[in-house]
Each structure stands twice: as C-alpha cells, then as structure tokens.
C-alpha cells in the first residue's frame, strides 16, 4: 500500500510538471511568432508610408496577406500612444484588446479568454511620431493539446499502476520463491547432514549473491565440523590406549599382594604414563591457544646460531648412545626477531623426533644459511626411515602418524610437528618436509631476519 501511494504521488507530481513545462512552451512558442509578425507589420508600414500611402495602407496590405490563416489567425490594432484607433482587422472586431501598457521593454503578452495577445510601440520615420501595435491569436488549439495530453495522462495512469503491480507482485513472487527455497534447504541443514547447499539462481543479482555466501559459510561450516569431528575422535583414541594401559597395569599391581620393589615398579610404570598423559593435553592447550592467538610472543634479537650450537650440544650425548652422526654443516651468523622459547621449543621436537627415527649408525645434519638478504634457511636432515612421498604434506596435521599406529606410547601422539607448524606460522615463516635424495627426511624452515615484535 505504501509503495501504491507512493507511485501515485510520483506519477501526479511527473504529470503536473509536464503539463505545466508544455503548456508554458507552446504559448512561449506563439509569443515568439506575435513578435515575428508585428515586426513584419511594422517593415511593411514603413514600405508604404515611403510611397506616401500612409499606415493604413499598411495595415490594409499586412491584413490582406494574413486573414487567409487557417491556423493560429492574427488580429491586430494600431494605435495612438494615446489610445486612439488608427486601424484595426476587421476579424478583430470580435476580440476584447486589453488596455495600452505604457511601459517601455520588451514585447508584452497578455491573456484574454483564449487570446494571446501581444504589444510593442515602434516609430515611422516618416511621419516621426511613435504609434502601438497590438497583436493576438486565438490559442484554442494548444488548451486542446494541453487538455488531450492531461486526460490521456489520467486514462494512463491507472494502467501503469495495474502493470507496476503486476511486474512488483511476478517480481516478489520470484524472490519469495528463491527465499522459501532457502529456508527450507536450511532447516534441513543440521551437523549430520551439512552437505546440503543452496540451489544457486542463474540471475546474477543480490539474491544470487546472498546464496553463494550461504553456500561459502556452509563449505566452512562443514569443514570446521569435520575437523571437530576428527579432533574429538583422534583425542579419544589417543587418552584411550594409555588410559587402558594405566588401569592395566593398576589392576595388575592389586591382582595379588606384592613386596615394596614391585609396587615402586608399578607406580613407577604409571607415573610415566601419567606424564606423556599430561604433556599430551598441554600441547593440545598449546594448540588451542595458538589457534585462538591467545598466545603472546615475546620477540627478542636472537643469535640463531648460538641457539643452534647449544641444541647440539644438549642432544650430543642421546646420539652419541646411539652411534648418531650428528654435524652442523653450516651455521651462518644471522640475527633474527624471534620468542627464544617459543623457537627453542620449535628446534627441541624437530630434532628430538630426528633422533627418535634416525637407527644406529644414522646421519643427522643441521644448516643454517641466509638464503636471501631477509630471509634465512634452517634444514635438518636425518637418515631415518622416511616416509611416503603423498604423506608429506600431511605429516604436519594434528594426531597424524605415518604408519597410522595408535597407541605407541613411545611413537608420541602426533602433536609435535603440528605444534612446530603453529610456531612457524606465529613467527611469519614457513616450514615443509622433503625426502632426501637417499634416504631419510628434510625438514626446511624460512623465517625473515628481521620482524618486528607484535
């Protein structure tokens, strides 16, 4: 209703205006052939009063020339400044003139019952004497033309508004279509079936727009309830297994009574579970805050190098137990922006699992170099048992093992190189896992020189 009266309004202002500009043009456009002809009655008053047939000749020669008019027929008087009638048409008889407009100016024009009439004073040189022209036209057929354009305007107007109310309502009905569509596909969307997707129109307007938004938050959703899903499965199954084996190992140490050596063992068995239990649910809170960037890192100017040394040096004696050859073949001098803990943290996992997987009488290598002017390249390799070359890109994910075996206490429970990544990416770096030509893994970092602290 409000759109209706609206697009009434607007129609009644649009016709008013139009009425008013035609109406106003057409009477300007006969002003302006008033005025064409008085100064054609003037050129020829002047002709014949040089022949010394004075003005009304002139006007007797003028009327004769105009009063065969069909259209827009002329009628005019001339007179004194004074008022006093020199001549005047005789099909002017019936035509009301107004009085003289003794002002000087410009042509004047003056309306009397459908008669537009116009006025100017000239001067004959020969009889040096100033004399008034009055001239007018009936304007009947422009009130019709203004008069059948505003009754066609009035039959017109209430098609238009039954044609605006039709496309509106086809219009509306099309869109509460698509909208009702929407919302039944989306009611049908819970978590156990979040494949459903919006049927996406061929129109390229809003409607199809908001649709490809809702199928883009949907693909989202329906990704971030996937790795819930697995989160929560992976989680499960990794407390599971130690969980298991701690109340194993509980029910065995209570199936019969045992001496204080064989109780220290058993308590000693679980103390160690319990620990790789609790370092287990502080990575994954580690995770969760990274993911939440509800963790602060303290940047600091780090020697890379030296940090790099005394990771060597700390894991020295586990590979020496194990006959590890284990250099640095390259350890440039670079100086970086980096949380010291954070990156000692990073190193520690990386190289403990080189160690964990590299066998006896392995190779284990360590370069630093500055790849570019602000950017360094930290690769270690080991001589392990690799892995294949489709699960490189995966290795990085959370719970993820490559023989897939759960329960390994001693294999860990796949955080580690997840949680490596997260720093990576906090430092603005980036970090992949390559095989080595021979035998065994890569991994390369690329961190920038230079960052500033956050």
């Known amino acids: ?68 008019r069909k259209y827009f027929p002329l009628y005019f008087r001339v007179l004194t400044p004074e008022g006093v009638p020199l001549f005047q048409s005789e099909n002017s008889l019936s035509i009301e003139f107004p009085d003289i407009n003794h002002h000087s100016g410009p042509f004047t024009m003056k309306r009397q019952k459908s008669v537009l009439i116009s006025e100017k004073s000239f001067f004959v040189p020969g009889l040096k004497k ?26 017109a107007m209430p098609v238009m508004l039954v044609l605006c109310i039709c496309s ?21 969307i819970t978590t156990q079936n979040l494949s459903e997707r919006l049927p996406v129109p061929q129109v390229e307007d809003e409607i199809q727009d908001l649709t490809l938004t809702v199928n883009s938050m949907m693909d ?30 509980i029910e065995v140490c209570l199936s019969k009574k045992r001496d204080a050596a064989e109780y220290r063992e058993s308590l000693q068995i679980c103390l160690e579970r319990i620990n790789i239990l609790i370092k287990m649910v502080n990575d994954l809170f580690f995770i969760t805050r ?7 890192l303290n940047f600091d100017r ?40 954070k990156t000692a943290q990073l190193l520690n996992n990386i190289l403990d699992n080189a160690l964990k997987y590299t066998p006896q009488n392995g190779v284990i290598d360590i370069s630093l170099v500055q790849a570019e002017e602000n950017k360094i390249e930290l690769t270690i390799r080991d001589s392990g048992m690799g892995m294949p070359e489709d699960e ?9 093992q490559v023989d897939q075996s759960r329960g390994k206490i001693k294999s860990g429970a796949g955080l580690g190189l997840h949680i490596c990544k997260k720093i990576i990416e906090a430092h603005g ?16 970092i690329h961190l920038p020189v230079e960052q500033k602290q956050a």
């Open 130 to 155: 100033d004399f008034v022209v009055q001239m007018g036209t009936h304007v009947n057929r422009i009130e019709q033309i203004v008069h059948n354009l505003f009754s066609n305007t009035i039959i």
């Open 302 to 341: 780090i020697e890379l190098c030296t940090m790099i040394t005394d990771m060597h040096d700390f894991f020295s004696p586990i590979a020496q137990q194990k006959n590890i050859d284990f250099t640095i073949s390259r350890c440039d001098k670079v100086i970086v922006w980096v949380d010291k803990v």
């Open 392 to 400: 490189l890109d995966k290795i990085f994910n959370r719970f993820y």
């Open 429 to 444: 770096g980036t970090i992949q896992a390559r095989l080595n030509p021979d035998k065994g893994t890569a991994f390369v």
């Open 290 to 296: 990274f993911e939440h960037n509800r963790i602060h």
């Open 168 to 188: 509106g309502m086809f219009a509306s009905y099309k869109i509460r279509t698509i909208l009702k569509n929407i919302i039944i596909v989306t009611n049908r």
């Open 220 to 249: 989202r959703l329906e990704t971030s309830i996937s790795e819930i899903k697995q989160f929560s499965s992976d989680v499960s199954h990794e407390l599971r297994n130690p969980l298991f084996a701690l109340k194993g190992e």
């Open 1 to 68: 209703m409000m759109y209706t009266s609206l697009f009434l309004l607007l129609a009644t202002i649009l016709s008013a205006f139009l009425y008013y500009r035609l109406h106003h043009n057409l009477l300007k456009q006969v002003d302006s052939m008033l005025s064409d002809e008085i100064i054609e009655l003037h050129n020829t008053i002047n002709e014949n009063n040089g022949q010394g047939k004075g003005i009304n000749k002139g006007c007797a020669i003028f009327f004769s020339d105009i009063k065969q």
